[in-house]
């Protein structure tokens, strides 16, 4: 039984029908303690389906823990959104309800490599000097 | 904005998994985004706003 709906699965092809990029979804997972992973396996599955530009590539949290601290995921479910260069964006937690509709918009901006920022913003975040780590918090409702 | 700069990472939580984080950093609504782990910015705000907010951990740091 697809999580995404017909409708929704024909709405999400149509978005990301013009990805100018690949993105490889780097998904870590684990089989135990993790009641979110195989959902978020399914949703992932079901969204690679939908574009010939995405790409699921599953790890194992557990034996692959090198791996995951390399992308500083310490947690699971977890997911690098990762297009021409990995640009730091990272999910944790099932990307379900609104959080799926991140999860698309990451994909697209990491498939262009473009943030899609004002000029002020760019210009801002130009004179950045030192690293900038954002946690935003959000729920699926 | 990590897309914007090699020196920003992004990462969004569900804030109903991870219990633990939610009350480290006091989340009682959401949107709320923590930079570097002390500035905290609720809800969402203009773009230009939330980037000079957010810059300023960088300048606390």
New interface residues.
């Given amino acids: 039984m697809p999580i995404l709906s017909p409708t929704d699965a024909a709405r999400v092809r149509e978005m990301l029908a013009t990805l100018p990029g690949p993105v490889r979804l780097v998904f870590f997972t684990q089989t135990l303690n993790c009641e979110t992973c195989e959902p978020t396996k399914q949703i992932l599955g079901e969204l690679a389906e939908l574009s010939g530009q995405i790409t699921v590539e599953e790890r194992n949290f557990l034996l692959e823990g090198d791996l995951a601290a390399g992308y500083g995921i310490d947690r699971v479910p977890a997911i690098a959104v990762v297009g021409a260069q990995d640009y730091g964006v990272r999910f944790l937690g099932i990307p379900s309800g609104y959080e799926f509709m991140s999860l698309l918009d990451a994909i697209q901006l990491v498939s262009a490599g473009d943030s899609g920022l004002s000029e002020g913003s760019r210009a801002m975040l130009a004179s950045l000097q030192s690293p900038l780590a954002l946690q935003v918090f959000v729920t699926p409702t | 904005?990590?897309?914007?700069?090699?020196?920003?990472?992004?990462?969004?939580?569900?804030?109903?998994?991870?219990p633990d984080?939610?009350r480290k950093?006091h989340?009682s609504g959401?949107?709320?985004?923590?930079?570097?782990?002390t500035v905290e910015i609720l809800g969402a705000r203009p773009?230009?706003d939330f980037?000079?907010t957010?810059?300023s951990?960088?300048d606390a740091?």
């Fill in positions: 904005m990590a897309v914007e700069s090699p020196k920003i990472t992004s990462v969004i939580v569900e804030a109903g998994e991870y984080l939610v950093y989340v959401v949107p709320k985004t923590m930079v570097n782990g773009e230009e980037v000079r957010a810059m951990a960088a740091a």
